[in-house]
C-alpha cells in the first residue's frame, strides 16, 4: 500500500511512492508561537495526508488566538493532542511532546508552512522501510520549489553544515532543516537538552555521534522574511556552533 498524499494547493504535490512501504504511523510535532495566521493550514495539510496519525502540537507560551484556534481543532479530532507551556523556545517544547509520542515514526514539522506538510509521507518512507533510523529534509540538494531569499542565511546554513561535516565525519547538506524523521525509540533515546533553536545541531550532533542509518531527502521551501514573521538570527548561528563543538566533546 503507498504512503499517499492529499491534493493540497497551491503548493507542489508529494512524489509519487513505490507501493512497498505500508502506511506509516506517524506523529507530528509542532512548536507553535504566535502563528494564528498558519496554523490551521498546517493542520489542515496534515489531515489530509494518509498515515495514521498523531500531532502534538505545543503552544509555546502565544500571545495571539494560536492557543484558541488549536482548542477548536481538538474538540473533533482525536488524533490531536493539544499541549501549553509558558515561552521557552523550539527546543523545550519539542522535548515537552516526546513523552506523548504513541506512533513508530515522528516528524518535527513547524508551524509557520515554510515546510509542507505533503512532503512528509515521501519523508518518511525510507524509515517505514526500515533502511533509516533518521532522514533530513534538504533544503540544499536542489530539485525542489527553493525561495529566492536572504543570502547570508544560505551562506550560514552551508558554513554549519560544513562544520558538521568536518567535526562528525558525515555528508549532510543541511543540518539546519526543520524538517527531520525518526525512529520513534532512536528520538526518546537522546538526551536532549536545548530549549532554543539550538536543538536543530544538538539532535543533528546527537544522532551523528551514534553512527545511525541518516538518509537525506530533497525539500521544498517556502521561506518567510522577518517582516513575515521568521525569528532565528546570526545569534542563533553563533549558538549552532557552540552547541556542534560542545557535542562533539561531550562524553
Known amino acids: 500500500m503507498t504512503i499517499g498524499a492529499a491534493t493540497v494547493y ?5 512524489p509519487t ?4 512501504a505500508a502506511r506509516a504511523s506517524v506523529a507530528f510535532i509542532v512548536p507553535a508561537f504566535n502563528e494564528e495566521q498558519t496554523i490551521a493550514e498546517v493542520l489542515g495539510r496534515i489531515e489530509q495526508l494518509d498515515l495514521d496519525l ?4 505545543v503552544d509555546d507560551g ?12 481538538r474538540a473533533s479530532r482525536p488524533w490531536l493532542t493539544v499541549l501549553s507551556q509558558r515561552n521557552s523556545g523550539k527546543g523545550a517544547a519539542i522535548r515537552a511532546a516526546i513523552p506523548h509520542v504513541d506512533r513508530e515514526i515522528v516528524v518535527i514539522q513547524d508551524a509557520d508552512m515554510e515546510y509542507d506538510p505533503a512532503e512528509v509521507p ?14 533530513f529534509g534538504s533544503r540544499l540538494r536542489g530539485g525542489k520549489p527553493q525561495r529566492a531569499h536572504m ?39 537522546l538526551d536532549l537538552r536545548q530549549s532554543d533553536f539550538g536543538i536543530e545541531p544538538e539532535i543533528t550532533a546527537k ?10 531527502l530533497p525539500i521544498s521551501y517556502y521561506g518567510r522574511t522577518y517582516d513575515e514573521g521568521k525569528s532565528i538570527t546570526w545569534r542563533d ?15
Open 122 to 135: 515521501a519523508l518518511v518512507q525510507p524509515i517505514a522501510r526500515g533502511v533509516a533510523d533518521v532522514v
Open 237 to 251: 548561528g553563533f549558538h549552532a556552533v557552540g552547541v556542534l563543538f560542545a557535542e562533539r566533546v561531550r562524553a
Open 151 to 189: 543570502f547570508w542565511h544560505l551562506v550560514g546554513n552551508k558554513a554549519l553544515s560544513l562544520l558538521t561535516n568536518v567535526l562528525y565525519n558525515t555528508t549532510l547538506s543541511d543540518m539546519e532543516t526543520g524538517y527531520k524523521a525518526f525512529r520513534a525509540d532512536v528520538l526518546r533515546s
Open 10 to 14: 497551491p503548493l507542489p504535490l508529494a
Open 17 to 20: 511512492l513505490e507501493p512497498d
Open 207 to 216: 544522532v551523528c555521534k551514534r553512527r545511525l542509518r541518516i538518509y537525506e
Open 54 to 57: 498523531q500531532v502534538i502540537v
Open 62 to 73: 502565544s500571545t495571539d488566538s494560536t492557543l484558541s484556534i488549536l482548542e477548536s481543532w
